[in-house]
């Protein structure tokens, strides 16, 4: 079956500490996104790929990197710069029409 | 800029109960809305897709309907379970500029059984 794989589901940072969340997909999409679920907030764009080895800034990449080497790939790193990483994080991918994403599991990032 | 509301934030209903969750949305040029389920501490799973051109899209008990000229979408949910319980969020994407998408803050669902 077609889908998103997220790693790890729980990851713990200490302070001054960079990470990084994985996220694959096998459904040949495109697109691939990364979001931050906040309690009672909505999603949050953090960085967006269209295509491999291009990607965008969100409306809250500050202290956030990602790369897209290859097509089902698109990591996540969290860096120290980020001053209130504990989140929820999800990874998305779209496909073509009819345009819609397709979510992983999501990995839950708690600062020690 | 679009924005996306969803009322209420939290509803508890009786089990069998039919229900309504609404969408709204400020810009009607949109180029489709999407309705996902989210359960504690898991990702989205899409449940309708509804493209631009269409008026409401139907999955088993769930049937999602759109009117851009008011701004709305609603997900109706017949007949409601216990495992119904969830948080429900919209999704508006809208293409001019480039495509993108603005998520609702959903709206938890509480069936009691």
């Known amino acids: 079956d077609g889908g998103i794989t997220q790693s790890p589901k729980y990851l713990f940072r200490k302070e001054g500490q960079n990470v990084t969340l994985s996220c694959e997909q096998n459904?040949?999409?495109?697109?691939m996104y990364w979001y931050r679920q906040d309690p009672g907030q909505g999603l949050r764009l953090i960085y967006y790929?269209?295509?491999?080895?291009?990607?965008q800034k969100g409306d809250i990449a500050e202290g956030y990197s990602v790369s897209r080497e290859k097509k089902e790939s698109f990591p996540l790193t969290v860096t120290s710069a980020q001053k209130n990483p504990t989140a929820f994080y999800l990874c998305?991918?779209?496909?073509?029409?009819?345009?819609?994403?397709?979510f992983g599991s999501g990995t839950r990032l708690t600062v020690v | 800029k679009q924005e996306v509301t969803q009322i209420p934030a939290a509803l508890s209903v009786p089990e069998g109960e039919n229900l309504v969750l609404n969408c709204s949305f400020t810009?009607?040029?949109?180029?489709?809305l999407q309705w996902f389920r989210q359960d504690p501490g898991k990702g989205l799973t899409s449940l309708l897709l509804?493209?631009?051109?269409?008026r409401e899209q139907t999955s088993g008990r769930l049937n999602a309907s759109l009117d851009k000229s008011s701004g709305r979408s609603t997900l109706y949910i017949a007949a409601s379970q216990p495992g119904d319980s969830a948080t429900y969020l919209c999704?508006?994407?809208?293409?001019?500029?480039?495509?993108?998408?603005?998520f609702g803050a959903g709206t938890r669902l509480f069936v009691k059984a």
């Open positions: 790929s269209q295509i491999v080895n291009d990607f």
């Open positions: 998305a991918s779209r496909g073509m029409e009819p345009r819609g994403y397709t």
């Open positions: 999704a508006v994407s809208t293409s001019t500029g480039g495509f993108k998408t603005i």
């Open positions: 509804i493209q631009s051109s269409q």
């Open positions: 810009d009607s040029a949109i180029y489709n």
């Open positions: 459904l040949n999409h495109d697109a």
